[in-house]
């Protein structure tokens, strides 16, 4: 099948992102956004989301996911703390970025910190979004899981009850 023109673009949304990207950050926290993750991407689209992780990497969001959690999260009921704490904790920190003219990033000073982003960077696809891993712990979180582990996570979330 062709991913190339409008079925390559309407193809890739429905299927999700795929794959991994090595990025560099410089002296003034930006990165060039990889070609391959581009190609993904609604042509055009520049800007995004970007926010905490789940983990300590950084949720980078094309503002068509980001405004599909957004309308989920917005229906969730105000008067349950524990909706409000997430809220916080999900929506703390979440700021608009658009990639400059060069193709650049800019990744703000309380972000990098959260997720220990130094030089080498990984944004990793996560099916509507790509995570940005420093690339030494991306590495680690593969080393410290055996082909075992993955395997028993593999069965336990892919049960045919589950999806």
Not at 24 to 39: E, I, N, Q, W
Not at 102 to 127: I, N, Q, T, Y
Request: with cysteine.
């Amino acid at each position: 099948m062709s991913t190339s023109g409008k079925l390559g673009k309407s193809y890739s949304r429905m299927n999700g992102f795929h794959g991994e990207y090595e990025a560099t950050v410089d002296a003034k926290g930006r990165f060039l956004l990889p070609g391959g993750l581009k190609k993904q991407l609604p042509e055009g689209e520049t800007r995004f989301i970007l926010s905490r992780g789940f983990e300590k990497c950084l949720t980078l969001y094309p503002i068509k996911s980001w405004e599909l959690i957004i309308s989920k999260i917005s229906q969730l009921n105000d008067f349950d703390p524990k909706v409000r704490q997430f809220r916080r904790q999900f929506l703390g920190g979440a700021t608009e970025v658009e990639l400059d003219s060069a193709g650049r990033m800019l990744v703000p000073p309380s972000l990098r910190e959260f997720a220990g982003l130094a030089k080498d960077v990984v944004l990793a696809a996560a099916l509507d979004r790509f995570e940005i891993w420093d690339a030494g712990k991306y590495k680690q979180l593969f080393e410290d899981f055996s082909p075992e582990a993955f395997s028993n996570l593999a069965q336990e979330v892919m049960t045919e009850n589950k999806i």
